[in-house]
């Protein structure tokens, strides 16, 4: 499967902040989401970072409650790992697993055209497994 099939399932929609905002806006936002990471939008187009629950729990434990109030591109993570539609599932998650990120944005021609979560991969890969179970015992059963 491609990233591209697995996008037309859960939609292309991407919650972004800019770089300039305090990290009190981005964690409010994340909260009214219900999500875990936000990609940081700046001057270079696609984007500059992702801010992630991961990042903001890192910096709380480092300076306490005025974190908060620092901007998001002073925690953010800069080196991002970005996919394109185009890339297998499989690889994916290797590449997931082995740099241990859960959010890649997904990139096409400098344009932001999603986010995939390890958790869309993960209720991905289960639903291939469940089609391959289905049709070995499809055919087991001669149906």
Known sequence: ???????????RDVA????????????A??????????VVTGAKPP??????ERDAVRALATSGESALEEKVADLMTKD???CTEATQLTEL????????IRH?????????????SIGDVVKARLEELENDKKDLLDYVSGR
Do not use: N, Y
């Open 29 to 38: 936002l994340l909260k009214e989401r219900g999500i875990g990471a936000l």
């Open 47 to 52: 984007l500059v970072g992702i801010f992630s």
């Open 16 to 27: 972004t902040i800019s770089k300039e905002r305090s990290v009190r806006d981005a964690l």
């Open 104 to 116: 890649v944005p997904v990139v096409e021609d400098a344009k932001l055209v999603g986010l995939i």
């Open 93 to 100: 998650m290797t590449m997931m697993t082995e740099r241990r």
């Open 80 to 82: 991002v790992v970005v």
């Open 1 to 11: 499967m491609r990233v591209s099939k697995l996008l037309a399932g859960k939609g």
